[in-house]
């Protein structure tokens, strides 16, 4: 059974940090990427970040450049994303996905599975 499943959202002030986790299990960590997504209310879903295990290629949307940071457990088949200087736009629901990754240095175009979602709210 393909499982994601994310932790360490919460709530936190404007300036401050998390760390989101997604662990994943059922598939082959090596040949997927995994994204992070967001949703906040009202608007579309987003990607923020995608980190590929295999080559280490990573991606991140201009709004968490030089915030974020991505990174890949792959003896513990888990993704992290830490997030400093949180701003209260960065409150969301975050969401990571699974998708078999081309070895092409660019995050997958489609993701065969996603987790339930975390939720991250940043008070200003």
């Known amino acids: 059974e393909v499982q994601l499943v994310e932790s360490g959202g919460g709530l936190v002030q404007a300036g401050g940090s998390l760390r989101l986790s997604c662990a994943a299990s059922?598939?082959?960590?090596?040949?997927?990427?995994i994204g992070w997504f967001r949703q906040a209310p009202g608007k579309e879903r987003e990607g923020v970040s995608c980190?590929?295990?295999?080559?280490?290629?990573?991606y991140y949307v201009d709004s968490a450049k030089g915030r974020f940071t991505i990174s890949s457990d792959n003896a513990k088949n888990t993704v992290y994303l830490q997030m400093n200087s949180l701003k209260p736009g960065d409150t969301a629901v975050y969401y990571c996905?699974?998708?078999?990754?081309?070895?092409?240095?660019?995050?997958?175009?489609?993701?065969?599975?996603w987790g339930q979602g975390t939720q991250v709210t940043v008070s200003s």
């Open positions: 059922g598939f082959s960590f090596d040949d997927y990427a």
């Open positions: 996905a699974a998708g078999e990754y081309g070895d092409d240095y660019v995050c997958p175009g489609v993701w065969d599975y």
């Open positions: 980190i590929a295990s295999s080559d280490g290629f990573t």
